[in-house]
Structure formats: C-alpha cells, structure tokens
C-alpha cells in the first residue's frame, strides 16, 4: 500500500533529468524514480497533456517498490521535460505522431540503460502498446495497456487550442466525466488539477495521435504479443477504450495478448482511485513475472483484491450479452 506521511518526511522518490534523442533533435526528458537499482524496471507513461505526477501514487507504492524500479517520466514539451533549446518549436505546431512517440520510449528506456523492462502506460499510453508491440516488441518485458483500444476517433478537436476557449479547463473538466463518480473526490480533483498545468496546444497535439495517426483496426495481426506479452486493462466507467474495445482488440492480437476489465474505476485509474489500481495493477504485474498461480480473471474487483469502495457508483446499464 502506498506510504502515509508526517511533517518533515522525505519522500523516497527522486527526479533526474536524462538526456534523450529524438528524431534526431536532443530532448531533456524528466523522470521521477523510486525502488531498487537492481529491480524490475516498470517505465509508467502519462495520459495526453498530463505529466508524471499521474503516478505518484504508485511510486511511493511499499509493496511495488520493494521488487519494482518504478520510473515516470515527462514527455517532451510536457510537465518538466521543456521544449529542446535547439529548434526554434514556438514556430509550428505541437504534434504526435506513432513514430515520434515509440522512438521516444524506446530512445529513453536505452538511455537509462534499462535492461528487459515493463512498460505501462494509460490512455494515449496504452493505446501505443501496440505500436511498440508490433515494431519493438524484442524491447520490452511486458507491455501493459491502461485504456487501450485499437482506434479510440473523434477528439482531435480546433477548440481544444483555441484563443476564445479557456482550454485548461475545459481540458480539465473534459476528463472529470471520464472518471468513475465513485472514485474518491480529492483524487479525482488532483487529476483534474494536473490536467489544468498543461502548456496550450499540448493536450490537442497528443490528440493527433491518439484519434488520427493510432489506427490498427486493420493491423491487429502485426501485433508480436507472442514474442512480447500484451495486457490491455480497461475500467468499467472508461466511455472513451471501454472493457468491450479492449477484448477485442486482445481478440484481434491472438495469442499473447490478455484482457483484464478493471471493475469500478474509469480513465484515468492510476490518479483517480490509486489505492483501487494499485491493488489491481499487482495483480497483473505478478503475472508478467510468473508470481501468480491462477490466469488472471476477466474482470477484476475490488473484492478480488481486498479493497472496500466507501462510496457505491451508479447502477450502469450493461450491454446485452
């Protein structure tokens, strides 16, 4: 469970900055980090136009961090990653492409030396799981994706970068519908306060890929999930990559690839309910390292893992079987 803390501690997580190339332009890429140097690296990505402190939950996680080297970083031009001081980017447009975005994990985890890691990732982090699944999969342990579908269309929108829009928060409150109205209140409003610290133009830009250039609706057979193994855990409350789009994009890889519905929580479940996740997301990560006797379940709950929820949600209507 995570640490509780008293006036005066010192949280054990530590930030660094590393140096990593990217499409042949030099970034300063910040990562925070807490766990062992010799354990399982866990590379953790932030949701589009949001940064590490997404996951500060897991890292100050005891149980994870005592076998897991927990590491969150900062995508370029987001959080404390600036833009590169080479180029001249206030002249063009932010954007994300595939292939800026693999080259960009894969460029990071070589330049922190990291040996057989776990990737995970949520929402724009997870749908590229499958990009990194089909064109690195030689690289990664495991690749764990949150919110995942294989085409999640329709949010690359003008107004989310518009002069007459207050786009930090109508960016904010966009992703407070998207989270499970029994998440607890105060990690929900943290969640949306992290999302109201975004540069302009950076949320739209992540949206490029995650609603334009991420299509493998038609490419799901590329998917080495054999060769790298894939889990796609989606929440219950997700409207965005919701359980179903996750089974059949796991469907679709074939072998390899597992889908696990995370039951009572929605899109963002690492900052919205992070004492939920955690206790879900061990789960999974004691598969990836052969620790769990069972095949893990078609949906997990907060029974399963020994959570009790203070607050019920909403009876949700299911679809018919």
Same mark, same amino acid.
Request: charged share 25%.
């Given at each position: ?91 063009? +447009? %932010?954007?994300?492409?595939? @292939? *800026? ?6 460029? !990071?985890?070589? $330049?922190?030396?990291?040996? =057989? ?97 991420? +299509? %493998?609706?038609?490419?799901? @057979? *590329? ?6 193994? !894939?889990?796609? $855990?989606?929440?219950?409350? =997700? ?83």
């Amino acid at each position: 469970m995570a640490a509780t803390y008293r006036p005066g501690d010192v949280e054990p997580i530590s930030g660094s900055y590393v140096h990593v190339e990217v499409e042949g332009v030099d970034h300063r890429i910040y990562f925070e980090e807490n766990g062992p140097e010799d354990g399982i690296p866990l590379l953790c990505q932030h949701t589009a136009g949001n940064n590490c402190q997404e996951w500060r939950h897991l890292l100050t996680d005891e149980e994870i961090t005592d076998e897991f080297r927990v590491i969150a970083h900062d995508l370029p031009y987001h959080g404390k990653s600036v833009p590169p001081t080479s180029r001249e980017w206030w002249t063009e +447009d %932010y954007t994300m492409t595939a @292939e *800026q975005f693999t080259e960009t994990l894969v460029n !990071l985890a070589d $330049a922190l030396e990291l040996e =057989d890691p776990i990737y995970m990732g949520s929402s724009m982090g997870g749908n590229i799981t499958l990009e990194l699944a089909d064109w690195y999969p030689e690289r990664f342990r495991a690749l764990i994706g949150l919110e995942c579908g294989a085409h999640s269309p329709g949010f690359y929108i003008d107004w989310l970068d518009h002069p007459e829009v207050n786009t930090t928060e109508v960016n904010a409150y966009a992703c407070w519908g998207l989270m499970a109205p029994q998440s607890p209140e105060r990690t929900r409003r943290e969640t949306m306060y992290l999302y109201e610290q975004g540069a302009t133009g950076v949320f739209k830009g992540d949206l490029y890929y995650y609603s334009v250039d991420h +299509d %493998y609706r038609d490419k799901l @057979e *590329q998917v080495n999930a054999d060769e790298c193994p !894939l889990y796609i $855990a989606n929440g219950e409350y =997700d409207y965005l990559t919701t359980p179903e789009d996750g089974r059949q994009t796991a469907e679709g890889v074939g072998e390899g690839a597992t889908a696990i519905e995370f039951a009572e929580i929605g899109h963002f479940p690492m900052s919205e309910h992070p004492e939920l996740f955690n206790a879900y997301i061990k789960e999974v990560l004691a598969d990836v390292t052969g620790d769990r006797d069972e095949e893990l379940p078609d949906v997990l709950e907060p029974d399963d893992v020994g959570i009790e929820l203070h607050q019920q949600g909403p009876a949700r209507e299911k679809p018919p079987e």
